[in-house]
T-cell receptor, first 109, second 116 residues
Framework: GQNIDQPTEMTATEGAIVQINCTYQ??????LFWYQQHAGEAPTFLSY??LDGLEEKGRFSSFLSRSKGYSYLLLKELQMKDSASYLC??????????WGAGTKLIIKP | NAGVTQTPKFRVLKTGQSMTLLCAQD?????MYWYRQDPGMGLRLIHY???????AKGEVPDGYNVSRLKKQNFLLGLESAAPSQTSVYFC???????????????FGPGTRLLVL
């Protein structure tokens, strides 16, 4: 079966750095997405990785290792507004998006 | 651009009642999707459409029907609502690449449905 694993919840301090991991087992791979979802709102696109390596976009970076079936989202200089759920999703060989259950990130002052 | 919009935002149904959720997008996207999101679970695809007049089943299609009569609209119908269909429903849309693949999905604000 297809599976995406990410931690259920993480806590970090304002101003710090946090890394949210995602491991996947899917039938084929056409790319990996990270979305941010604030409570009661829609998911919004953060990043897309299809090749191995690190993609940096401001305070957020996303890393991919296809051989390990692994990705992480790195958030730097955490702000209170970063409190949200972070969803990992993988395009399988049929371009179906397989979603993880999301990681709830709690930022403390 | 309004992006992706959904109506209604919230609805309470009694078991056995029917309703239709409307999704509209103004980005001229070919692909449209209906997902449900339940606590502790990832988004699950109900039905999707790769173009006007075409629909296909996703991971959890039972109890739902869809129609895509116009490119900009994607309707999700519940013929006889059940308490197990209590969920948050999200619509999404995406464009296509020049090679026929899909682009990033953009989501509507969601519809919260409670079935009693």
């Amino acid at each position: 079966g297809q599976n995406i694993d990410q931690p259920t919840e993480m806590t970090a301090t304002e101003g710090a750095i946090v890394q949210i991991n995602c491991t996947y087992q899917t039938s084929g791979f056409n790319g990996l997405f990270w979305y941010q979802q604030h409570a009661g709102e829609a998911p919004t696109f953060l990043s897309y990785n299809v090749l191995d390596g690190l993609e940096e976009k401001g305070r957020f970076s996303s890393f991919l290792s296809r051989s390990k079936g692994y990705s992480y989202l790195l958030l730097k200089e955490l702000q209170m507004k970063d409190s949200a759920s972070y969803l990992c999703a993988v395009w399988d060989s049929n371009y179906q998006l397989i979603w993880g259950a999301g990681t709830k990130l709690i930022i403390k002052p | 651009n309004a992006g992706v919009t959904q109506t209604p935002k919230f609805r309470v149904l009694k078991t056995g009642q029917s309703m239709t959720l409307l999704c509209a997008q103004d980005m001229n996207h070919e692909y449209m999707y209906w997902y449900r999101q339940d606590p502790g679970m990832g988004l699950r695809l109900i039905h999707y459409s790769v173009g006007e007049g075409t629909t296909a089943k996703g991971e959890v299609p039972d109890g739902y029907n869809v129609s895509r009569l116009k490119k900009q609209n994607f309707l999700l119908g519940l013929e006889s609502a059940a308490p197990s269909q209590t969920s948050v429903y999200f619509c999404a849309s995406s464009s296509t690449t020049t090679s026929g693949g899909q682009e990033t999905q953009y989501f509507g604000p969601g519809t919260r449905l409670l079935v009693l």
